[in-house]
């Protein structure tokens, strides 16, 4: 089973909540709205998605829904092929959930982005491929320097607690102390949950693609960390199910 979580955007706090979940069994997918929804809807103003307009209900199709196919790079398109590779996606792999997992699916009409639950690896690690956050507000020597970057680099996380959009925000930095983006919001909560001096988190420089990839997709990067028998990612209630029914194949466990 392949889940990935939609998360929106509230365009005037810029607070992230996840809103649903899309789930695929090799043969169906499945979207369900989240407990995250909900406090979207109380505290800010969300609307439901257009094509699913019922909170309480379990949407199943054998095709990807258009929410999700729309936000992928098609292709037939001549520059599909830099695509890929921009996403670092290996050859004949670049199936449907693989590429909205590692693209993000963001779009500059609308407040959505999607991001995979993680599964532990082959040597039962945390394992996340992420694109650097937040380059747009960083200034022109952070560009510079990330031009600069080299594959299997490491990078630190600094907590910028007096940010006052979100005092949990984690800054990407150079060894040599240079801002060069932000780690997503929605893995900072299980990254604080994984980290300690025993066994501190790893984040790597994985790819720096060329100034002719979208700005979202300059810097990519990902994270490794033990993955503790307790640990279970997206554990938080917003993640979960509305429908305290739905079948337990599509249920965090």
């Given at each position: ?5 939609l998360?929106?955007?509230d ?73 890929i ?24 009409t ?33 560009t ?19 940010n ?36 501190p ?27 503790d028998d ?10 979960q ?13």
């Amino acid at each position: 089973m392949k889940t990935l979580f939609l998360a929106w955007q509230d365009p005037t706090t810029r607070a992230w909540l996840p809103v649903g979940r899309l789930t695929f069994d090799g043969k169906m997918y499945t979207f369900a709205y989240t407990q995250g929804a909900k406090e979207a809807q109380d505290k800010y103003d969300f609307n439901l998605v257009y094509s699913f307009p019922n909170l309480n209900k379990v949407y199943t199709s054998t095709e990807l829904f258009p929410l999700f196919y729309n936000r992928m790079m098609q292709s037939s398109r001549p520059d599909y092929k830099d695509y890929i590779q921009w996403l670092n996606i290996p050859k004949n792999e670049d199936d449907p959930i693989a590429i909205l997992s590692r693209s993000g699916g963001r779009k500059v009409t609308d407040h959505y982005e999607v991001f995979p639950c993680p599964e532990p690896d082959e040597n039962g690690l945390y394992y996340i491929h992420f694109f650097a956050h937040g380059l747009r507000h960083l200034p022109p020597s952070a560009t510079e320097r990330i031009n600069q970057l080299q594959n299997q680099e490491i990078l630190y996380l600094a907590n910028e607690f007096q940010n006052p959009y979100d005092n949990r925000a984690l800054l990407l930095c150079t060894e040599d102390h240079h801002i060069v983006g932000y780690c997503p919001r929605y893995i900072v909560d299980d990254v604080f949950k994984l980290n300690n001096h025993k066994k501190p988190i790893k984040v790597r420089v994985e790819r720096v693609n060329p100034v002719s990839a979208p700005l979202q997709l300059r810097l990519l990067c990902n994270i490794t960390a033990d993955w503790d028998d307790d640990f279970r990612p997206f554990s938080s209630q917003e993640y979960q199910p509305i429908l305290a029914d739905i079948p337990a194949e599509y249920a965090t466990t």
